[in-house]
Nanobody, 127 residues
Framework: QVQLVESGGGSVQAGGSLRLSCVVS????????MAWFRQAPGKEREGVAS????????YYADSVKGRFTISRDNAKNRLYLQMNSLKPEDTAMYYC????????????????????WGQGTQVTVSS
């Protein structure tokens, strides 16, 4: 049974930092490309950052470039998102997701490319 479980969310003030984690099980982690998505109330879910299977290639939404860093530890079956200089507009539910890399679309955060999803962790940034 495939499971993706996020943790690390919480409430912080603007300018603060959080580190999200996603533990995966039930499949071979290093064969999937991974990403973080987020969904704010009343808004569509959007891609935030993605990473290749080996971790060597990363992609970011313009809104988080220079502030967020995605990484993975395949030995520990974990995906991370380091979020610095947080802004109130970063407030959202954050989801990790896994895609079969060879199918394509994962770099561009095409949600149909992502086969497995976690339940999400809430991030709230106050001004």
């Amino acid at each position: 049974q495939v499971q993706l479980v996020e943790s690390g969310g919480g409430s912080v003030q603007a300018g603060g930092s959080l580190r999200l984690s996603c533990v995966v099980s039930g499949y071979t982690h290093n064969t999937y490309c991974m990403a973080w998505f987020r969904q704010a109330p009343g808004k569509e879910r959007e891609g935030v950052a993605s990473v290749s299977a080996g971790g060597g290639s990363t992609y970011y939404a313009d809104s988080v470039k220079g502030r967020f860093t995605i990484s993975r530890d395949n030995a520990k079956n974990r995906l991370y998102l380091q979020m610095n200089s947080l802004k109130p507009e970063d407030t959202a539910m954050y989801y990790c997701a896994a895609a079969l890399c060879f199918l394509g679309g994962w770099r561009q955060f095409e949600q149909t490319a992502y086969r497995y999803w976690g339940q999400g962790t809430q991030v709230t940034v106050s001004s």
